[in-house]
């Protein structure tokens, strides 16, 4: 099993940053890739950014490249979101995941998640 923590939401302005962290614990070991997902009100699960736990290779959806960046530190076991230029439309509860297989964009392919944390940006 593996529990995942997110911290790190907020209410920010339109153009402010946050940064998103995620702690892993449990069987990491097993983990191969990481992602952020996100939900807003009335709104399906959208996808955000992936990562391979092993390498850097990182992916990200259309509507945040170039704004966000997902990182991992593994001594930490913890994986973090830098949001920049935030606009509205990024409100959500964001959420990670962590899955054994291949890195993937797809929620219903991670395994494991956490409980969300709230991001609100404001005109």
């Known amino acids: 099993q593996v529990q995942l923590v997110e911290s790190g939401g907020g209410w920010v302005q339109a153009g402010g940053s946050l940064r998103l962290s995620c702690a892993a614990s449990g069987s990491i070991f097993s983990i191969n890739a990481m992602g952020w997902f996100r939900q807003a009100p009335g709104k399906e699960r959208e996808f955000v950014a992936a990562i391979i736990r092993s390498d850097t290779s990182t992916f990200y959806a259309d509507s945040v490249k170039g704004r966000f960046t997902m990182s991992r530190d593994n001594v930490k076991n913890t994986m973090y979101l830098q949001m920049n230029n935030l606009k509205p439309e990024d409100t959500a509860v964001y959420y990670c995941?962590?899955?054994?297989?291949?890195?993937?964009?797809?929620?219903?392919?991670?395994?494991?998640w956490g409980q969300g944390t709230q991001v609100t940006v404001s005109s």
């Open positions: 995941a962590a899955r054994r297989g291949p890195v993937s964009g797809k929620g219903d392919d991670y395994e494991y």
